[in-house]
């Protein structure tokens, strides 16, 4: 018997809501963060919606010596980290220091500031490139800086698999307790909204280029036209069940279930659920709520709906993706969506799909609009990153 | 239930001085370098001109002129060696269940050859600040998420079970083995192609490295510009390549009379949660992923017999590496051989840890402990035996190979025979 191993604390960032109470509340008001692009001149871009986090200052939340070494993904992150610790009622520093570990996932790590070295590079020369281009930019830069504030030293890393990252460095979280370690910080933010991460963003093929912020981003439905890509993401404190009840620690629930897979010869997303609901130890009929990929591209959707009507039969559970609100998030999403089920599970309450009309042909009991009351003990949090990775998590409350 | 073990029966590595594990393992044998100066564009401009370059020449591994368009170089790479490990490793995939094989490609720095040059494109050179979309290369998302890496290798060798890029700087290439050696231990997959790449000798890493005096200025003398533990040493040579292995539990490939190179025995990381590139001069916190790993193992110090040392030839690493030897080992570390394979093929950041992994299991498989090229001049504070220039034969049934990246992370890897290492 494998100890059970449990979230304790939520750091959130979203484009509708910064902190886990106004990111809820906005969430359950249906109140979307997508709107025109802001941080640059986005006019001459075929994509021109974001989800764009607006009120976020690091000033006065992070010490001024990690301004110039830290792209804006870094900042949020370490900010989102104490958030979350904060949450949890754990402070670091009382804790042995290799008891502790970091585990995230990043998209493309901290693009901006690339950017910015790659244009002082070629526009001046490579004595004007910063001392910091060696590390602020790369897939584990987050991981690092939030092991360095919080003097954690134990088992950290970063995996990479696209949005399905935010799930996947839970799981490797989860390892890492299972095997010994009493907390690590895990999950995912990510922030690619400047012209150049814009740019990488559109040659994925998948962005919306829709005019209208309640029009662009419809998952599941005939309109569906892409996504729309926001910023952000959601840490969790995770700690095993034993370490949380010693200290007394508030439960948001347990991370029961999960698998990876990827497509080959057919999708996999559907072996993905089946796994994963076997690694939890429960059947379809425990499930009360899924949240959807949501890719919003017709063949994405098809292949989602179909794994899910595969598994859950016609109508056969109730499927939420209230990331038509922030936009996706990539690596930041699946993390998100992982933070805002275990939100639901607290509040017995399954936060709406916003602006989409459903297209019956998917046979998903979607829920739209309102967020409706249900009794909520278990979720299924799914997350597909681009290339064919698929990721399946099953929450517990 | 006993626990699964893990091991390697399948190794290709494409590192400086030639493709192939082959000739990779004679350069190290002989104690030759592939140090030089860089010939990939003119490097004038920068403070070090120096690094090992891979002669690489996609088509005649087999890639396609598509796969060549929509890889980076880092990318081919991971692709020709999973490619060759597969062959090396005499499994045939397709007969096995693809959700039971899995991918893991470690990368600190993804396609950094292609950013930059998609960076000029885009940006005329650096002129625009709103960068043109139409003068994207339609590829460019590959390069943008590495996780491009792992779709293709999982694709190349048909597996669908879990896939992923695990990056953790200078370590990934020990974090991506023992992230995969843990998926088939668990019992998530029976088969895990896994290893790690990178190809960042471009400008901007060029750049960055100036900007912090992490490589060494010994431009005029490029073959021996790598000189870990040697008093003269002044950091390290970029380097590049890949090395990918096939990893499988250790019953079924008995039952398929496989070859092993080695067992993983035992892995551990843990970070200095001090700085993104210092290091503290205790080693403690490296020592304590060898003590961990060791432990893994069910090893003491004394039953290793070959240390794979990270030594990059930094001041500061070296002397922090040794320091973290003395304080797990205890006085073996004095009695036992270490080296730095980075003189020779330099320092491929995230691709080093996995070439190292090969390193030590070939050191295994043929007894013999390949040296430090370019020491001449000993440094009182490296006070170890890293076996100076030439090539030891000895017999060697267990290698701790170690890392050490920025962003303070320090892993270390116990790799052994598995007859002869603790059941």
């Known amino acids: ?397 | 239930m006993t626990a699964r073990r893990v091991v390697i029966t399948g190794v290709e590595v494409i590192a400086p001085g030639g493709v192939g594990a082959r000739k990779f393992w004679e350069l190290l044998t002989e104690g030759r370098t592939a140090t030089r100066g860089i010939t990939f564009f003119d490097p004038s401009p920068f403070r070090s001109r120096v690094a090992a370059e891979v002669d690489f020449d996609p088509y005649v591994h087999g890639l396609t002129p598509q796969e060549v368009r929509r890889m980076d170089r880092a990318a081919q790479f991971a692709v020709v060696a999973a490619r060759g490990a597969v062959a090396d490793s005499g499994l045939a995939l397709d007969a096995l269940d693809p959700y039971r094989i899995g991918v893991t490609v470690g990368t600190a720095v993804g396609s950094t050859m292609s950013l930059d040059e998609d960076y000029r494109m885009v940006s005329d050179d650096g002129r625009l600040d709103l960068v043109d979309h139409t003068r994207a290369d339609p590829h460019f998302y590959n390069y943008f998420v590495p996780s491009s890496f792992a779709a293709e290798v999982a694709r190349t060798v048909g597996a669908q079970g879990p896939s992923s890029v695990v990056s953790a700087g200078c370590t990934s290439g020990l974090d991506s083995v023992g992230y995969a050696a843990e998926l088939i231990r668990e019992g998530t997959a029976d088969v895990v192609v896994a290893g790690a790449t990178d190809a960042p000798i471009s400008p901007i890493t060029l750049a960055c490295f100036d900007a912090i005096k992490a490589t060494t200025p010994r431009n005029d003398e490029p073959e021996r510009a790598s000189r870990p533990f040697d008093g003269t040493r002044n950091g390290f040579v970029l380097g590049e390549g890949a090395a990918v292995f096939v990893l499988e539990e250790l019953e079924s490939a008995r039952r398929r009379g496989a070859r092993v190179y080695a067992e993983i025995a035992g892995y551990a990381t843990r970070s200095n949660a001090y700085h993104m590139t210092g290091l503290r001069a205790d080693g403690a916190e490296m020592a304590e992923a060898i003590t961990v790993a060791l432990d893994e193992a069910r090893m003491h110090p004394t039953d290793i017999d070959y240390i794979n040392a990270h030594g990059s030839g930094t001041k500061q690493n070296d002397r922090h590496e040794t320091a973290a030897f003395k304080r797990s080992l205890g006085d073996h570390a004095y009695r036992t051989p270490v080296s730095s394979i980075k003189s020779m093929v330099g320092h491929s950041l995230g691709a080093i840890g996995s070439i190292e992994i090969a390193a030590s299991i070939l050191a295994i498989q043929n007894n013999v402990v390949p040296p430090t090229a370019n020491l001449h001049t000993p440094d009182p504070e490296c006070d170890l035996d890293y076996v100076p220039l030439t090539a030891r034969d000895q017999l060697i049934d267990a290698v701790l190979t170690v890392g050490s990246g920025f962003g303070g992370f320090q892993s270390a890897m116990v790799l052994a025979q598995p007859e002869r290492s603790a059941a």
């Open chain 1, 1 to 397: 018997m494998t100890a059970s191993v449990v979230v304790t604390g939520l750091g959130v960032a979203a484009p509708n809501g910064l902190g886990e109470q106004d990111f809820w509340n906005a969430t359950l008001a249906g109140k979307s963060g997508i709107g025109p692009l802001t941080h640059f001149d986005a006019s001459g871009y075929p994509a021109r919606l974001a989800g764009e986090i607006s009120d976020f200052t690091a000033e006065g939340q992070l010490p001024s010596r990690l301004m110039p070494q830290t792209d804006r993904v870094t900042r949020l992150s370490l900010v989102v980290a104490d958030w979350a610790l904060a949450d949890a009622g754990v402070r670091p520093a009382e804790l042995p220091e290799f008891s502790m570990g970091v585990s995230t996932a990043s998209s493309a790590g901290g693009f901006a500031f690339s950017q910015q070295e790659l244009k002082n590079l070629w526009s001046k020369g490579s004595q004007y490139v910063s001392a910091y281009q060696s590390f602020a930019w790369f897939y584990a830069v987050n991981t690092g800086q939030i092991s360095i504030r919080n003097g954690m030293k134990g088992p950290s890393g970063v995996v990479v698999t696209d949005q399905a990252g935010g799930l996947d460095a839970v799981a490797q979280a989860r390892r890492q307790i299972r095997k010994g370690t009493s907390l690590v910080v895990a999950g995912a933010v990510d922030a690619l909204l400047c012209s150049w991460g814009w740019v990488g963003l559109h040659t994925s093929g998948r962005l919306s280029t829709a005019e209208e912020p309640t029009r662009a981003y419809l998952p599941f439905d005939d309109r569906a036209v892409g996504h729309v890509a926001g910023e952000g993401g959601a840490l969790l404190i995770m700690e095993s069940g034993d370490s949380a009840r010693a200290r007394g620690a508030e439960v948001y629930g347990e991370i029961a279930g999960y698998a990876a897979t990827f497509d080959g010869r057919e999708p996999g997303l559907r072996k993905a659920v089946e796994l994963a609901l076997a690694d939890a130890g429960v059947t379809a009929a425990d499930v009360d709520v899924v949240f959807a990929d949501a890719a919003a591209e017709p063949e994405l959707d098809r292949v989602e709906a179909e794994a899910i009507v595969e598994v859950f039969g016609p109508h056969g559970v109730p499927v939420t993706a209230p990331k038509t609100m922030t936009g996706r998030l990539y690596a930041g999403g699946a993390a998100l969506d992982l933070a805002t089920a275990f939100l639901a599970l607290r509040e017995d309450t399954i936060p709406p799909t916003v602006h989409t009309e459903p297209a019956e042909r998917y046979g998903l009991d979607l829920v739209v609009s309102q967020p409706r009351a249900a009794r909520l003990r278990t979720a299924l949090v799914l997350a597909r990153g681009h290339g064919g990775f698929n990721s399946a998590m099953v929450v517990r409350s």
